[in-house]
């Protein structure tokens, strides 16, 4: 029984042997594929001739012209990644989703399917003609480029000063450079390509026994992409290295590099790399900074009105201690810089004082805090009192010395921002107290002390209202007048959201201000729930309060502010 492209169209009496030697000619000249000559020749019905590619090759042939797409299949596939690969999804059935394509040969693009949806795709035959207008007509019609794809890479030179380049690694890079199709390079780069455009934090690459695990924190939580060959592993570590300009050589060390690249919009990234030796091989994170999540300003943050007007008029002080607290990955360093672009201005000297500095901020004066050399945060801030600043930022008082350098710092008429992490505003108090740093000198200083968490938003295409459990409305504690007047939402999930439901994120805040009552109970070196009390005695609005209101308001859910904030006394 026939097999090949050629004898199925011979035997089956679709073309002539002298069309068929005539289109192969022509393919061998123009150096396109048999099946395309054919069909620009058109010595036979376009869908006679796709129909034998697809027997030929061994897979289904779909006519889309008489094939309904269920949106739910729509959403799976991005519109950017149809248009690019000229794909179409069709079908899903159970964890597989079958995708129509006009080139059999094309294993990339099934690959990158899989990778992206993390699920089994099944490839079958379809006209092209009926692709492209199947896309126009569920995706909608367009220019055949969206914003998605504006997202592809084009990696550019590293910019690394953490380790010196050695003649190897040059000649690996410039190897690389003209064998750039090798598939390590192209799963690299998919990688992080993808990454960008699902909007991820960072990039989690994991070796274990019998696999290479990849995974994204997306809007702080971690999602599993996909899982590579094992064997893939030191090819992988050496392009990584190779771009982070680390030593390929090194297995038993940590190490940390950046990689700096730019996407075809003139978009600017940088990649913050982590390397960690670990039981079944190196481990990399590479953190993903976007220059863009620094340039918002206060008033998008999240504050509520009362607590915006006030945190307001706090950063204009002209001298104190303004904290900010929270656990790792709370958004604090975003405030911060939100802080000091509201700040930035001709008139005021500001210097930070950063481990490491993350994001680089015009008109700003950074200095890198370097524990190798000595220059650790206490020195810096000593010298940074020399420069005359009007504003400093200590990136975190993690140690005595460095606590009692921003005190002083703030009784001599500096304006001094800081981060520390406790669970919540009161808290960072006694912890100042318990680090060593005298009660009144506590108690004398900081002037205000702002706690925060992040929670997932809505995703503001796909959601919808939503009733809560009468068991989640009575654990939330809402009033009859709070229920009159909510708006509960929820995402359902769709394409744009990953089908997470969620997209984005924003603060829950509480924000103390610390009165006479609460300085009064600092020089006493009063217990954290007595300091707590007072501070809600005077207005203070605990973070649980101000996540319920964001979820009155069908910004975000229960769900998210009882996961990351506790009720309050």
């Known amino acids: 029984m026939p097999s090949s492209f050629s004898d199925i169209l011979l035997s089956k009496g679709i073309i002539s042997e002298d069309q068929l030697n005539e289109a192969n000619r022509i393919a061998g000249e123009s150096g396109k594929l048999l099946h395309e000559e054919l069909l620009r020749l058109g010595y036979a019905p376009p869908n006679k001739i796709m129909k034998a590619l697809a027997k030929a090759n061994g897979m289904p042939f779909v006519d889309l012209d008489s094939t309904e797409v269920a949106e739910t299949v729509i959403d799976l596939v991005p519109e950017s990644v149809a248009r690019e690969n000229a794909v179409m999804p069709y079908q899903e ?31 079958a035959i ?19 480029e969206s914003a ?62 019998d696999e290479i695990r990849v995974r994204y924190r997306i809007d702080g939580r971690l999602v599993v992409r996909d899982s590579a060959p094992r064997r893939l592993l ?47 091989g190196q481990s990399v994170v590479m953190r993903l900074l976007d220059k863009d999540n620094i340039k918002v300003g206060i008033r998008q943050l999240g504050l509520s009105e009362s607590d915006f007007r006030i945190f307001k008029n706090l950063i204009r002080r002209p001298n104190g201690i303004i904290l900010v607290t929270g656990p ?39 200095v890198e805090v370097k524990h190798k050399i000595g220059l650790d945060f206490a020195r ?11 504003v400093i930022l200590v990136g975190e008082m993690r140690d005595t010395e460095t606590a009692q350098m921003g005190i002083q710092a703030s009784l ?25 740093v005298p009660a009144y000198l506590v108690a004398s200083s900081v002037v205000a002390v702002l706690a925060q ?9 796909c959601k919808q209202p939503h009733e809560p459990l009468e068991s989640e409305i009575q654990a939330a504690g809402f009033t009859e007048e709070q229920l009159a007047t909510a708006t509960f939402m929820k995402g359902r999930g769709c394409a744009k959201c990953q089908k997470r439901g969620y997209k984005g994120r924003m603060g829950i805040f509480e924000l103390m201000v610390l009165n006479n009552k609460i300085r009064e109970l600092a020089f006493q070196g009063a217990a954290t729930q007595d300091i707590r009390r007072a501070a809600v005695a005077g207005g203070m609005r605990i973070m649980f309060d101000d996540g319920l209101d964001k979820v009155l308001s069908g910004q975000t859910t229960l769900d998210e502010v009882f996961r990351v904030a506790k009720q309050g006394e």
């Open 93 to 123: 059935d159970g964890a597989r989703l079958r995708v129509a394509t006009s080139d059999p040969s094309d294993i990339d693009t099934q690959e990158k399917l899989r990778f992206i949806l993390n699920r089994d795709v099944e490839m």
């Open 126 to 144: 379809a006209m092209r003609d009926q692709i492209i207008e199947s896309i126009n007509k569920y995706y909608g019609a367009g220019d055949g």
């Open 148 to 209: 998605d794809s504006m997202l592809t890479q084009e990696f550019t030179d590293t910019e690394i000063d953490f380790t010196e380049t050695t003649v190897e690694q040059e000649a690996a890079l410039q190897e690389d450079e003209d064998e750039s199709s090798a598939p390590v390079v192209k799963l690299v780069n998919l990688i992080i390509t993808e990454a960008v455009k699902l909007g991820a934090s960072d990039i989690h690459i994991e070796p274990f026994e």
């Open 234 to 280: 030191g090819a992988i570590l050496s392009r990584i290295k190779i771009l982070s300009r680390l030593d390929i050589a090194e297995r038993r060390r940590p190490q940390d590099g950046r990689i700096k690249i730019t996407s075809n919009d003139g978009k600017d990234y940088d990649l913050r790399v982590s390397v960690l030796p670990t039981n079944h």
């Open 328 to 366: 790792t990955g709370s958004g604090k360093t975003t405030t911060l810089y939100a802080s000091l672009n509201e700040l930035n201005r001709p008139d005021t000297k500001i210097i930070t004082a950063e481990d490491p500095v993350e994001y680089y901020l015009s008109g700003i004066n950074q």
């Open 380 to 390: 810096v801030i000593r010298a940074m009192l020399r420069q005359a600043p009007n």
């Open 412 to 436: 001599t008429g500096h304006l001094v921002f800081s981060t520390l992490h406790t669970n919540d505003a009161p808290s960072a108090v006694t912890r100042m107290i318990d680090m060593g």
């Open 453 to 461: 968490r992040l929670v997932r938003l809505n995703c503001k295409n």
